[in-house]
Structures are given as C-alpha cells and as structure tokens.
C-alpha cells in the first residue's frame, strides 16, 4: 500500500468533516422544521448603528427609523405612543417617519418582525453633523493615533458629566459605492467618554446644550488628511470639468492597480535573490520594494469618504452640520472656493432638508515654508467666499493658530465660536457671533478709513499697539501700516504710501494680528484688493500617485 503524506491525509478529514456537518445540519434543520415550519436566515429585524442606544432624534419634524429584514417582512415601530407599520421591501430594506417630536427623554423605541429589538434611552432634542479632517478629527485628550490633547485637557475630561448630550463617532471607511451603514456607537458624555471624542464637536455640543437646555445629539463623522473632494458625492465631482478630471485618474489607478501589483510581484521575487546572495556574500542587502498602496481605500480617494462615511448618514434628520476643514487643499486655494460651495450644495441636497445651516471654521495661523506663502492666505479667503450662501456661519480662528503646528488646541475657542453662530444663524437668538468683519474702505488725506460690521459694541485692539494691517499704493506693493482705532473704524497710514489705494490685514499663512470686538470675537482676515498671487498652481488636474 503506497504511503499517505500528510497533504492527503488533512484533504480526507476535511472532506469527511464536512460531509458529516452537512448530515448534522440536515438533521437539525428537519427537526427545526417539524417545530417551527420553515427556517429563513434573513427573517431578524436589523437597524442601522446610528439608530442605537444612547441616541438623540432631532426636535421639530419628521424623523426616519430605517433598517433591514426579511423581503416581504411586516415591521411595527413604537415610540412614544407613535406606531408605524411597514413591510420590507424586494431587497430586505424599510424605513417609516415618526413625529415630528417634541424634546425630551429619555424614552425606549421599539422595532418589531419576527424578533424585537428595543433601543434605549432615546433623547429627542437638536442633532447636528460635524466632519473635515484632522482639526475635526482632533481628541480632547491623546490618545487612539489621532492627533488631540487640548489646552487643560485633563479638567475638561475630569468635568465632563451631561447627561443629555450624546456623542457618535463613525468609524472611519473609505467605499467606492455609497453605503447603508457605518460602524459606531452613541456614547453618553462623561468623563469616560469625551477623551476619545472631536474636541470641536464635544465643545461645540457642549457650549450649545448650555445655551438651549435641550439634549444635543453631535455626530462626528471626519478623517485627517483628506480633501474636500473626498467628502464629494461622484455625481458632483462628474458636474465640474476640472473636478472630473481628477476623479478620472482615480479611476485610472484603480483600474491599473492589478497590473501595478504583478510588477511589485515580480520586483519582490527579484530583491529575494539579490538578498540571499548579499547574505550569502556577507554585505547588506537591499532595501525592498514598497508594497503599492490600494487606491481604493486610500484616504484621499475621490468621493470615498462620501461614500463611506456621510451616505450612510443621508437618512438621519439633522439641524445642521459644521466643518472644518481646508488644510489638505491649500495646494490649489483659489479651486477651492468652488469646491467648498459645490460641497455644501451638494450635502443640503443629499439630506433633501433644505438650506439647513452649514457652520465652518476658517484656517488659523500656520507658519509654512516653501515658494508661495500665500497660499493659506488664499484659501482662507476662498473660505469666507462660501458665506455668501443662504445660511452659512463662518468661526474665525486666525487668533488661535500655532506657528510650529497645523492642530491648535485651543479647541474650546472654535466649539464656542461654532456655537455662537449657530444660536444666531439656526435658532435665530439674538446675539453676537462674527468680530468686527470689513465693510469699506475710503481714502483720506494719505490714510485709509475701514469700516466694519459686527462691531459688538466697539472696536478692540487687544494687547495694545494695533497689528496685522498693511496698504499699498498703485503700485501694488504693501508695506506696513500704522494702525489706530477711531470710533468704530481703524484709520491706517504708512510714511512710505501717499495715495493709498488698497488694504489688508493679516493677510498672510501666519500672521501677527489683534483686532477684535468688545464681546471678544476676532476680525477675520481680509484684503481690499483683487490683485494676482502667485501660486503654486491654480487646479489640480490629476489624482496622487500612490506608486
């Protein structure tokens, strides 16, 4: 009889095993069936993990409970003495409106087929989206590989206890289709919790719950290093000829990518022999090829994070969503501005709720080094251009930055900023939210006069001495300029212009600047002028190359 290798010996008890656990199952399904009739696996009642426990639904409309069941599956929704009834349609999926709602909680929601599942400690109050990249993305306290550690980071945790303020982080996923889900969980804020949350958003959330005694619920969908196209759905990108051509490329290195790897294989089968005869020979051996990333979880992918990240999120009612966000596209600042408001068009669309308020933080103060320092300059302006849409509130934080480091931790300041506005812009509360922002310019006998709006009761220079503004002439070249507060304006003049024409005030990557109003709010930056910067490059025209 020939010999049984061990190869042949595993393949026979892996098929006898099988066959036998395909016996057992017939077996069990039979009596399975003599008890209960028929078994289907698809038949449970599944939600979504926005729809959990601990989570906030938003006040004042109609709200969507969704999930998954069997095709043809009646389900029944309960809350608060609401009942939907609704059957999952051809591919399992089902969604019914509650309310609208009223605030309050906590109340239990329960979702029933052919099993129950019952979601607890529910609150009905104010929900709101935050997302960008890693200033969002920022903890209040280190930890988990995200960049964080705010100022006073250990007291803000230590006093961390509301009840009626909820927090969800998605975790993070890069699709090349839209999804149904995203992985996560709502969290209770406590001392337990808040450490491994964005900072922006627990601030944020914070400050508004303070202000309008209603459970607030933040969302905090966001990703360090990505751009803006990544946050963009494929039909808005295809809308724009330049934005296309970048999503094209991606699509290129997609398709290659197979072709990529076989190279890389065969590269690797190379340095393996050149390696072992530098072994055998006693002299180091080469450095391996690099394994090629995959551009389709790449994070800066082209509507991936869209896809991943906020889709899942489009049936959740919201009141609003704030960002932050613009570090990652300072290469091509002035395509910015278009990008930003295709951007925000594109998300009101996607929610179908209407212009509902989009509140972003502008760039703070970054020292960077290279051949066009302007470059931040230009993209903080293409930032506050997006205020010219309905219902967009803008938080300055030009104030905050840290020359060595692109995540200020002064986070409690953009959270408060980002709160103000939102009382103003969402709740329509009367009270001061924007510093002193420019309005005019006349000139005056060799000076320039500016005029401003959102003074807040009158114009600070805090600190002392007045900083951060400069003029020019025809020529088009600035310098200097001194500065004073009259009144409600600020008067500039410099020994080197006679006939000023232009301004600007802290109009650079990293500036020295103090201006404020009396309710501690900063100007934000500005220019008078229209005139050309150079730049880097004005689009970008192709995807990185990862290989």
Same mark, same amino acid.
């Given at each position: 009889?020939?010999t049984?290798?061990h190869?042949m010996?595993?393949?026979?008890v892996?098929r #006898?095993f099988c066959?036998?656990?395909?016996?057992l199952?017939g077996?069990?399904?039979?009596? @399975?069936?003599?008890m209960?009739g028929?078994v289907?696996a $698809?038949?449970?009642v599944k939600?979504?993990?926005?729809?959990?426990?601990?989570?906030?639904l938003?006040e004042g409309r109609e709200?969507?409970i #969704?999930g998954t069941?069997g095709?043809?599956e009646?389900? /029944?929704?309960?809350f608060?003495g609401?009942?939907?009834?609704t059957?999952a349609?051809p *591919?399992g999926?089902?969604?019914v409106?509650?309310g609208?709602l009223?605030?309050?909680?906590?109340?239990?929601l329960t979702v029933?087929g052919?099993?129950?599942? /019952?979601v607890?400690?529910v609150?009905?109050?104010?929900?709101w989206?935050?997302?960008g990249?890693?200033?969002?993305?920022?903890?209040?306290?280190?930890?988990?590989?995200v960049?964080?550690?705010?100022?006073?980071a250990?007291?803000e945790v230590?006093s961390?206890?509301y009840q009626r303020l909820?927090?969800?982080r998605a975790q993070?996923?890069v %699709?090349?289709?839209?999804?149904?889900?995203?992985q996560?969980?709502w969290?209770?804020a406590?001392?337990?919790?808040?450490?491994?949350f964005?900072a922006?958003?627990?601030?944020f !959330?914070?400050?508004?719950?303070r202000?309008?005694?209603v459970?607030?619920?933040?969302?905090?969908s966001?990703?360090g290093?990505?751009?803006?196209e990544a946050w963009?759905s494929?039909?808005t990108?295809?809308?724009?000829p330049?934005l296309k051509k970048?999503?094209?490329?991606?699509?290129?290195?997609?398709?290659?990518?197979?072709?990529?790897?076989?190279?890389?294989?065969?590269e690797?089968?190379? #340095?393996?022999g050149?390696?072992e005869q530098a072994?055998?020979?006693?002299n180091?051996?080469p450095?391996?090829p690099?394994?090629?990333?995959d551009?389709?979880?790449?994070?800066?992918r082209d509507?991936g994070l869209w896809?991943?990240?906020i889709?899942?999120l489009?049936?959740?009612?919201?009141?609003?969503?704030?960002w932050?966000q613009?570090?990652?596209?300072?290469?091509?600042p002035?395509?910015y501005?278009?990008?930003?408001t295709?951007?925000?068009r $594109? #998300?009101?669309?996607?929610?179908?709720? *209407?212009?509902?308020p989009?509140?972003f933080?502008? @760039?703070?103060?970054f020292?960077i080094?290279?051949?066009?320092?302007?470059a931040?300059?230009v993209?903080?302006e293409?930032?506050?251009k997006?205020?010219a849409?309905?219902? /967009?509130g803008?938080?300055?934080?030009?104030?905050?930055g840290?020359?060595c480091?692109i995540h200020?931790?002064?986070k409690q300041s953009? *959270?408060r900023r980002?709160?103000? %506005?939102?009382e103003a812009i969402?709740? !329509?509360?009367?009270?001061?939210?924007q510093g002193?922002?420019?309005?005019?310019l006349e000139a005056?006998?060799? /000076? $320039?006069r500016?005029?401003?709006s959102h003074?807040?009761g009158?114009l600070v220079?805090?600190?002392?001495r007045?900083?951060g503004?400069?003029?020019a002439g025809?020529?088009?070249?600035f310098?200097?300029a001194? %500065?004073?507060?009259?009144?409600n304006?600020v008067?500039?003049?410099?020994?080197?212009?006679?006939k000023p024409?232009?301004?600007?005030?802290?109009w650079?990557?990293?500036?020295e600047?103090n201006?404020?109003?009396?309710?501690?709010l900063? %100007?934000?930056p500005f220019?008078?002028d229209?005139?050309a910067?150079?730049l880097q490059?004005h689009?970008?025209t192709s995807?990185?190359? @990862?290989?």
């Open positions: 009889m020939g049984l290798n190869k010996l595993g393949e026979s892996d #006898w066959r036998w656990r395909e016996f199952g077996i069990l399904l039979a009596a @399975l069936y003599l209960f028929p289907s $698809s038949g449970n939600l979504p993990s926005l729809i959990s426990d601990n989570m906030v938003q709200v969507a #969704w069941a095709p043809g009646g389900v /029944t929704v309960r608060r609401e009942k939907q009834v059957t349609g *591919g999926h089902w969604k409106e509650l609208p009223k605030a309050g909680g906590p109340w239990d029933a052919k099993n129950t599942l /019952t607890h400690n609150l009905v109050g104010e929900v989206v935050c997302s990249q890693s200033n969002m993305e920022f903890l209040v306290q280190s930890g988990l590989g960049p964080g550690g705010v100022i006073h250990d007291e230590a961390a206890h909820r927090l969800f993070v996923a %699709a090349g289709q839209p999804q149904k889900d995203v996560g969980r969290e209770v406590s001392p337990r919790t808040v450490a491994a964005s922006v958003g627990y601030f !959330g914070r400050d508004l719950y202000a309008l005694h459970p607030v619920g933040i969302i905090d966001s990703k290093g990505a751009p803006a963009m494929v039909p990108l295809e809308a724009d330049n970048v999503l094209d490329s991606w699509r290129q290195e997609i398709a290659e990518y197979p072709q990529v790897l076989k190279k890389y294989e065969h690797l089968r190379q #340095w393996e050149s390696a072994e055998a020979r006693g180091v051996a450095e391996p690099k394994f090629p990333a551009p389709r979880s790449y994070r800066w509507a896809n991943g990240m889709a899942p489009l049936p959740y009612r919201i009141a609003g969503v704030i932050y613009g570090e990652s596209n300072t290469d091509a002035y395509q501005r278009s990008v930003f295709d951007l925000i $594109s #998300w009101r669309r996607a929610w179908k709720e *209407g212009d509902f989009f509140l933080v502008q @760039l703070a103060n020292r080094s290279g051949e066009y320092p302007d931040w300059a993209l903080r293409s930032q506050a997006a205020l849409l309905p219902e /967009t803008m938080a300055v934080a030009i104030d905050i840290n020359a480091s200020p931790r002064n953009v *959270g980002l709160a103000l %506005a939102a969402a709740y !329509g509360r009367n009270v001061v939210y002193p922002t420019y309005q005019s005056v006998n060799g /000076t $320039s500016l005029r401003f003074i807040g009158g220079a805090r600190g002392g007045l900083v503004f400069e003029i025809e020529e088009q070249k310098v200097p001194e %500065a004073r507060i009259e009144g304006q008067v500039l003049s410099s020994p080197l212009i006679t024409v232009a301004a600007r005030y802290a650079a990557d990293y500036a600047c201006l404020y109003n009396k309710t501690g900063p %100007a934000p220019r008078t229209d005139w910067v150079t490059r689009v970008r995807a990185p190359k @990862l290989w």
